[in-house]
């Protein structure tokens, strides 16, 4: 009986030492991940012009975060050594691992939402940033497959190339070991023999875009001469998107795409009639123009919603989509930082919460479906392709994080690979940030020069195609990977009952 204590001990002792190998390794990862949280520094955005207390707030923000995305490589680093150590039928190895981390990645898009749960939160498998496939989001042949699997799918190819290589330093059976390499291997090369070639579309099926960069930074409240000349701006911006588009002769019309935080028309509605914003719109352009605005709106109930809104420079106000997405501590404030504040007497500080919406953002416009997404929506792959848009729009707003690049640079690569799995345009207008027109390959072809008050201009290919991510998502992937953890799981429980 001591003798079997001492061994549960031992191994209790030992499964710590690897949990805690795997939650430092992921610490120091998603620190890196997170660090544009820092972009929020100080806090005057929120109204909290000290530095000190800015820096302990956004702190104990990026600790937490940090560590919360960091215990599940650690409970990945636990299970998959305990893999490793098995001897029955080493050949599945790199796959039983593989699989073990797609299922930890996709319960860490869970977990993000639920640690940062309030009044305005969505929960699903939406936060997947700081997922590795990212990170290969300028390898073309990689970058392609994700219509096919998503990126689990590349989650999966990466880990088993990794237990490949944990499998051979182990065992040093270099021959046996290095012919599961093939597995991979051959499906990437009838992958790319299948899907390598660029898609290629005939030129009368293009789309005149205009892309509406701004520079308008995130707070409570404007001076009359802030909101005046951004305003300025963005009227000066909407007259070239018009004249622009009406100078293509090959197209009839176009759309115009706004950023998020952009408020066009809540500042249009302050200065003008309901009939002279109509006529506004109307004399903008001898072409029919589909404008996309994002406002802040209150619902029939009183909850403040993000609101895109879809307008026909001829007829006005065409549909209408809430933002279901929603930033934690930018749109809402999370329960976990809500409740203190609120028991200490600082609830009064404390901004209106905004909620999600429900319907999907899809819009039609001269016989195109337009899928939209605002901002943090293009982190979640379900969300994206969920609808069957023939591009997507994305609305983008930096200005909370005072235009912090190391973000933006994070949701690019993320944004390549929507367009990836999708195998459909992406056109991102930003504010605070760049704006781009971003290919169904994930590459970019067009691009703003910097940031600040700027305007993208350029033609898009539509595509009614689906790929086979938009019919079956990540199911497939979470199949094979639940198949392949239960395998492992089972010889575990084996070794230990011998």
């Known amino acids: 009986m001591d003798r079997i204590k001492k061994t549960f001990r031992y191994l209790a002792i030992l499964n710590v030492r690897r949990f805690w190998i795997g939650f430092i390794i992921g610490y120091l990862y998603f620190s890196y991940v997170f660090f544009w949280l820092w972009g929020l520094y100080p806090l005057d955005s929120f109204g909290v012009p000290d530095r000190f207390p800015s820096f302990l707030l956004i702190l104990l923000i990026f600790s937490v975060s940090a560590a919360g995305m960091a215990f599940f490589w650690g409970l990945f680093s636990m299970f998959a050594s305990r893999i490793l150590q098995s001897e029955h039928t080493p050949q599945l190895v790199p796959a039983e691992i593989a699989g073990s981390f797609v299922l930890v990645e996709y319960l860490r898009s869970f977990f993000f939402g639920i640690l940062w749960l309030g009044n305005g939160s969505f929960i699903g498998p939406h936060w997947t940033i700081g997922n590795p496939a990212y990170l290969?989001?300028?390898?073309?042949?990689?970058?392609k497959t994700s219509s096919l699997w998503g990126i689990y799918g590349i989650d999966f190819l990466l880990l088993y190339l990794v237990g490949v290589i944990l499998l051979f330093l182990k065992r040093k059976e270099s021959k046996k070991t290095l012919v599961l390499l093939w597995?991979?291997?051959?499906?990437?090369s009838v992958h790319v023999f299948l899907f390598g070639r660029d898609n290629r579309y005939p030129e009368e099926?293009?789309?005149?875009?205009?892309?509406?960069?701004?520079?308008?930074?995130?707070?409570?409240s404007y001076t009359p001469e802030e909101n005046l000349n951004n305003l300025q701006q963005r009227l000066s911006l909407l007259k070239q998107a018009s004249e622009s588009i009406e100078s293509d002769k090959g197209l009839e019309d176009g759309i115009v795409i706004l950023p998020e935080g952009s408020h066009f028309l809540n500042s249009l509605a302050i200065l003008l009639s309901e009939s002279s914003v109509k006529n506004y719109f109307d004399k903008l352009s001898k072409k029919e123009l589909f404008i996309i605005d994002?406002?802040?709106?209150?619902?029939g109930g009183g909850d403040l919603r993000s609101k895109v809104v879809i307008i026909n420079s001829?007829?006005?106000?065409?549909?209408?989509?809430?933002?279901?997405?929603?930033?934690?501590?930018?749109?809402f404030t999370p329960y976990i930082l809500k409740i203190p504040l609120i028991l200490s007497g600082y609830g009064k500080f404390l901004p209106p919460d905004l909620y999600p919406g429900s319907a999907r953002g899809i819009a039609e416009f001269s016989n195109q479906k337009v899928k939209i997404v605002v901002c943090s929506e293009i982190l979640s792959p379900s969300i994206v392709s969920g609808d069957n848009g023939n591009f997507i729009v994305a609305l983008s707003n930096f200005g909370l994080f005072h235009g912090n690049?190391?973000?933006?640079?994070?949701?690019?690569?993320?944004?390549?690979?929507?367009?990836?799995?999708?195998?459909?345009?992406?056109?991102?207008?930003?504010?605070?940030?760049?704006?781009?027109?971003?290919?169904?390959?994930?590459?970019?072809?067009k691009k703003t020069l910097g940031v600040g008050y700027e305007l993208l201009t350029g033609s898009i290919v539509p595509n009614r195609d689906r790929t086979w991510y938009n019919y079956v998502g990540d199911w497939p992937i979470l199949s094979l990977s639940l198949i392949f953890f239960g395998l492992a799981l089972r010889k575990i429980r084996n070794d230990t009952k011998s």
């Open 183 to 188: 597995v991979p291997i051959l499906f990437l």
């Open 314 to 331: 001829k007829t006005g106000l065409t549909g209408t989509y809430d933002k279901r997405l929603l930033t934690p501590g930018g749109e």
């Open 205 to 220: 099926g293009t789309l005149s875009v205009a892309l509406i960069q701004t520079q308008n930074s995130t707070k409570f």
């Open 294 to 299: 994002q406002i802040l709106s209150a619902d």
């Open 405 to 445: 690049r190391f973000l933006e640079n994070q949701m690019l690569a993320i944004s390549k690979f929507r367009a990836a799995e999708n195998r459909k345009y992406i056109v991102i207008s930003s504010n605070s940030g760049q704006s781009y027109i971003i290919n169904p390959a994930g590459k970019v072809e």
């Open 136 to 143: 290969l989001k300028d390898f073309g042949y990689i970058l």
